[in-house]
């Protein structure tokens, strides 16, 4: 194999146990989809601390827990609760890091969208298969059109191997799932542009 292919391997795999545990807690619902994300929203949080503050690696796993925390307490309370989604984008805002305000807008971000998650498997797994769906043929066009076509490089300072060529493909594999959406009748047109 390669050197171009080397990582598929190790990316397939992981996507196996994705899908499996994924899947699993999409088609429980309930508190099984909402613990699964209240860990990866903790992990991301985890992630962003050390990606902001790296000479500090221990601040990781305290924000990790302040933003599980964080959204757990919001979906207990429900509307309420909501307020405590604020508290680890103010523990990365007021801590010594780099960028804290962007930081701190990005931790709130990735909380809204926990939540967000969350909210939208309530009302019905259609939502949340069409976004898994959505970010899965984004991925996958992405990484084989852009490993075979190559080109110039999206943003070599976040992702030093992310192609225009790959992100085209990703584009167009995410609109194809949307209009398979709206064709089948589960949704409106704008779901190919969204």
Do not use: Q
Not at 56 to 67: S, Y
Not at 137 to 158: C, E, H, N, Q, T
Not at 175 to 181: E, P, Q, R, T, Y
């Amino acid at each position: 194999m390669s050197a171009r292919w080397a990582d598929l391997g190790t990316r397939v795999a992981s996507a196996a146990v994705m899908v499996a545990v994924g899947g699993l807690c999409i088609w429980l619902g309930g508190w099984a989809f909402a613990a699964l994300v209240v860990v990866l929203t903790g992990l991301m949080l985890w992630e962003l601390a050390r990606m902001t503050a790296p000479e500090r690696p221990g601040e990781g796993w305290p924000m990790a827990a302040l933003g599980a925390g964080s959204l757990t307490l919001a979906l207990w309370l429900d509307g309420y609760g909501a307020v405590a989604l604020l508290l680890p984008a103010l523990g990365l805002a007021l801590t010594p890091r780099r960028d804290p305000w962007l930081a701190a807008g990005w931790a709130l971000a990735a909380l809204v969208a926990g939540y967000g998650l969350v909210m939208l498997r309530l009302a019905g797994v259609g939502a949340i298969l069409w976004l898994l769906l959505v970010v899965v043929a984004s991925d996958v066009l992405g990484y084989f059109v852009g490993r075979i076509m190559g080109g110039p490089k999206f943003w070599p300072a976040v992702s030093p191997k992310k192609t225009w060529s790959g992100t085209a493909a990703g584009w167009v594999g995410a609109a194809l799932v949307g209009a398979g959406f709206w064709a089948a009748g589960h949704g409106p047109a704008a779901l190919v542009i969204l």
